[in-house]
Nanobody, 116 residues
Framework: QVQLVESGGGLVQPGGSLGLSCAASTSIFSIYTMGWYRQAPGKQRELVAGISRGGSTNYADSVKGRFTISRDNAKNTVFLQMKSLKPEDTAVYYC??????????WGQGTQVTVSA
């Protein structure tokens, strides 16, 4: 089973930028649909952004125009670039890998806090 390791979380001021990375331990990374989810305290986990095997992307309405998901299949890594961050973006961010068949895998999560 693929393992995912997120990095790049931290504390940032409102209006600032932050980048997240998720490295996957698989030689067939390119077949996975990758996604970034987030969960704020007391709220359900929600999809933030996804990227298909072919590179098609989709975003939650709340982050469109501010967040960008990308992938580097040569490095088995998916990225989430976040800009114009708001306090409501504060959450634990999780990476998800979904194969064409079978269950998806979650990373351990990384905390993003947007606060002055």
């Amino acid at each position: 089973q693929v393992q995912l390791v997120e990095s790049g979380g931290g504390l940032v001021q409102p209006g600032g930028s932050l980048g997240l990375s998720c490295a996957a331990s698989t030689s067939i990374f390119s077949i996975y649909t990758m996604g970034w989810y987030r969960q704020a305290p007391g709220k359900q986990r929600e999809l933030v952004a996804g990227i298909s095997r072919g590179g098609s992307t989709n975003y939650a309405d709340s982050v469109k125009g501010r967040f960008t998901i990308s992938r580097d299949n040569a490095k088995n890594t998916v990225f989430l670039q976040m800009k114009s961050l708001k306090p409501e973006d504060t959450a634990v961010y999780y990476c998800n890998a979904k194969p064409p068949i079978g269950a998806s895998t979650w990373g351990q999560g990384t905390q993003v806090t947007v606060s002055a």
